[in-house]
């Protein structure tokens, strides 16, 4: 072949590769981390290896699904693995926004202009990344591309921002696999239009409830009007289909739970909508959302650490805080509470639509509705029954989820004095306790003895380590203080009333710190066993956990309750009085009826 051939080829080669390359904007820097990392010509372990690169080289970031990165070096172009790449976005973060919640269709157009390409369509309450301010409009982030929405539109809010959500872990939630759901109640109901531009093929469950029934028709109703005015405005001349599928399940007896979605597809632009719904079937009482909870500390703590799992290799992306509106496509199920979070309201719109699921056992003490699923995860105690309130000092440590499997293991719940400056390091420990049902309570920041400090320091002392419980595990607050060295005084008492802390000693004290002795630790539990007694031990310790494994089976064989320093003190005739001291509850303070 002739070189001018070759020349005109390669030339003709890049004319077809520019204009993908030039309307691109390079927006994301990966850091190859943690040793040398091959640049591959497939996205497989097994694709040829194109290049090696060092620890700290950068390379431009063309695609990125998460498990595997299109880059670029000088004039290479390959794959590596995203889980080996920092990946850093090569753009200003001006923070975040939302749009406001009034269920209308949301356009992202391509240019600051209404009249632009639509790139991307939601429905409106959604949160977008800012990244520039141009005349009236903001420049807005979807996943790896841009588009722009007008300011009036975006209210910025404070959201947590990280980098880091796994696409592969989370495949999105469609129509389809609604098509293919559970379908155990109703007679389903369906309405087409198969001519004309705006098509639409919909399904929903009848399911003989007068006002869940009517709740769903204007749903329906509502789902089409907005879809064929978003058609005739702004896709007139396109072929668009809307397709709604539903899932219905009999929960128990009484309980029956309804989950419909709606998708409306027009020129590749995907749009989903929501509607889900619980129903008594007995009562014919609704429960949507919220209505389906009494407390929400404990269910928002478990929609964040099962968010969680869903998060991982680094990408672009974000992750909130729950709220309310994590719960209003929430359905029961008989595994637990499905929460389906729809794209882009609370999860980075490019993740698509994720379903979490929240077991019972987490959450049962938070339901505003009574069912038997539910009702045996419920923990009672029995008052009349002897309790004993186990506590750990000094930690959390790394001992200290050997002590949390076996109290799971038999039901047993303890209190955790945890000195402050230990809850960073160990968050996941302390947000599992809590998620247990465990109390976390106060052994000051740092193990000040704090009859020998200043008022300020002892304010200081325990506020610190109220702050960063509440802010590790969203919003535990610590009603009980474990003072260092049992040291208190009149002034400790009266910081303690004015933070409604009370003061917990103990009654038994195992001694566990100094013999480091698993039969001794263990003896000293098992003699010291009475209805009433709080008892002192420190999950610093390997000796301790152990003793802890072996006497927690037989105090509950013996037929003890372990309960939580403020579970036993709620039970004081009198109520537990903040700035009080309390070793133990004497049986004849205990208000049995
Ligand atoms: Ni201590």
Avoid at 432 to 437: F, L, P, Y
């Amino acid at each position: 072949m002739k070189r001018g051939l070759i020349l005109a080829l390669i030339a003709a080669l890049l004319l077809s590769l520019m204009p993908a390359a030039l309307g691109e904007e390079i927006s994301y820097v990966g850091t190859v981390t943690g040793g040398s990392l091959h640049m591959r010509k497939e996205p497989t372990p097994s694709g040829k290896v194109l290049a090696t690169y060092k620890s700290g080289t950068e390379v431009d970031i063309l695609e990125n699904d998460g498990i595997w990165c299109k880059v670029q070096k000088g004039n290479k172009t390959g794959y590596m693995m995203a889980q080996y790449l920092t990946i850093t976005a090569n753009y200003p973060h001006l923070g975040w926004g939302k749009t406001p919640a009034d269920g209308a269709l949301i356009n992202v157009h391509q240019r600051p202009d209404g009249e632009s390409l639509i790139l991307y369509k939601g429905i409106s309450g959604g949160a977008f990344e800012l990244v520039a301010l141009e005349n009236h409009w903001y420049k807005v982030r979807i996943g790896n591309q841009f588009g722009y929405l007008p300011v009036d539109l975006i209210t910025p809010f404070e959201g947590e921002f990280t980098l880091g959500y796994s696409p592969s872990a989370a495949s999105p939630i469609n129509a389809a696999d609604l098509k293919s759901a559970l379908r155990e109640i109703g007679n389903p109901r369906t309405m087409s239009r198969s001519d004309g531009l705006f098509t639409y093929s919909f399904t929903w469950p009848d399911l003989g409830l007068a006002a869940a029934d009517q709740a769903m028709s204007k749903w329906v109703q509502d789902t089409l009007d907005l879809f064929e005015t978003d058609h005739q405005a702004h896709h007139a001349q396109q072929a668009a289909h809307c397709q709604m599928e539903y899932q219905a399940l009999k929960v128990d007896d009484a309980h029956q739970s309804v989950l419909l979605l709606a998708e409306y597809t027009v020129d590749r632009l995907t749009v989903q909508r929501m509607f889900a719904l619980n129903v008594n079937a007995e009562t014919g009482e609704i429960l949507i959302g919220k209505q389906l909870f009494t407390a929400f500390d404990q269910v928002f703590l478990s929609l964040e650490s099962a968010l969680s799992g869903l998060m991982g290799i680094p990408c672009d992306g974000y992750t909130g805080k729950a709220d309310a509106s994590w719960l209003e496509y929430a359905i029961l199920t008989r595994e637990g509470l499905a929460c389906y979070l729809p794209a882009g309201l609370c999860l980075p719109p490019a993740l698509g639509t994720q379903r979490l699921l929240i077991p019972w056992d987490q959450i049962a003490s938070s339901v505003s509705f009574h069912s038997p699923l539910v009702s045996k995860y419920i923990r009672t105690i029995d008052p009349t029954k002897p309790m004993i309130a186990l506590t750990f000092d000094d930690g959390p440590s790394e001992h200290t989820e050997r002590i949390l499997n076996v109290l799971k293991e038999y039901g047993g719940k303890a209190t955790f004095c945890v000195q402050g400056m230990n809850v960073e390091k160990y968050a996941d420990v302390v947000r599992r306790a809590v998620a247990e049902g465990h109390e976390i309570a106060s052994h000051t920041w740092n193990h000040k003895k704090l009859t020998e400090v200043s008022a300020s320091t002892v304010r200081s002392q325990l506020q610190r380590t109220n702050d960063i419980v509440k802010e590790v595990t969203g919003g535990y607050e610590i009603r009980v203080l474990r003072p260092p060295y049992g040291s208190t005084n009149k002034s400790v008492r009266n910081i303690c009333a004015e933070m409604n802390m009370v003061i917990a000693h103990w009654k038994v004290d195992t001694l566990d710190w100094d013999t480091r002795s698993t039969s001794k630790t263990y003896r000293a539990i098992i003699r010291g066993a009475e209805n009433g007694v709080i008892v002192l031990c420190h999950d610093l310790y390997s000796s301790t956990a152990a003793a802890i494994e072996q006497a927690v089976p037989e105090l509950v064989e013996k037929g003890y309750q372990l309960v939580t320093v403020s579970e036993l003190l709620s039970f004081h005739k009198d109520g537990a009085q903040p700035g009080t001291v309390y070793a133990y509850l004497d049986p004849e303070n205990i208000r049995t009826e």
